[in-house]
Each structure stands twice: as C-alpha cells, then as structure tokens.
C-alpha cells in the first residue's frame, strides 16, 4: 500500500501519525511541518517543539523577543532547512497596530531594523538567507 492508501484505511486518530511518517521520506519540510512551527512561535515557550516535531530532527535555534513591540521570531532547523517564524499582529499592542499601518503606508516600521540585525548576526553554519 502507499501512504495514502495506508492512510485511509486507518481509524482518524492515526491518521497524522501515519502521514507524518510517510512524508519524513522526503527532503523538504512538509506544510504540516511548516504550519506547526508557525504556531509554536504564538507559545509562550517557543522552543518548547511538539514531540512529533523533535522526531522528525527539528531543532529550535533561537528566539527573538522584544515585547514592547509585540515582535516574536523563532530559528528552527531540520538537516540543512531553516525556518523563520513570525509572530503576526498583536491586536491588543498599540505599537504593533501602529507598525502594521505604516507598512500598509509602505513604510518600514522601526523593528525591521532590530530584525535584520538578528538576522545578519546569527550563525546559520555556512548557510545564508
């Protein structure tokens, strides 16, 4: 059986489990993967992976905080992939409100400058963005 065939035969509640295994075959993230390091870096502990995740080889690298700008990123790693995960709008922070109007302006507002230093100085292990 293929993975998909597999799949559909199986009750619902193993259903993830199975397609999760079947994709680690491949070298690229999958984008159930991708969704849950999105969502991981809303946690308050983002380097805290799901079980399914440390599994699969990921690996959280950093984080970048700064909460009075409502700004949340998170490095994750698996072999030779990284993903940057950011946390959106904040609704209930004035400065992120703010921030998401100027881009709408097309302006840039005053946290991509912290963000492309974080970026610029962290070690991706001969890998560059």
Avoid at 17 to 24: A, L, P
Avoid at 54 to 73: P, S
Wanted: with cysteine; charged share 25%.
């Amino acid at each position: 059986k293929t993975g998909t065939d597999l799949e559909a035969s199986l009750p619902p509640r193993h259903r993830k489990t199975i397609t999760m295994r079947v994709h680690q075959r491949s070298r690229e993230p999958c984008i159930k993967e991708l969704a849950i390091l999105s969502q991981c870096v809303y946690q308050e502990e983002p380097h805290l992976l799901p079980s399914t995740m440390l599994e699969r080889g990921w690996e959280h690298q950093r984080t970048f905080t700064d909460d009075e700008l409502g700004l949340a990123v998170a490095w994750y790693k698996q072999s030779s992939f990284y993903i940057v995960a950011v946390k959106g709008t904040d609704p209930t922070n004035v400065q992120n409100l703010l921030d998401d109007f100027q881009l709408a302006l097309g302006t840039v507002p005053l946290m991509a400058d912290a963000l492309l230093w974080e970026l610029t100085e962290f070690d991706f292990e001969d890998c560059q963005l």
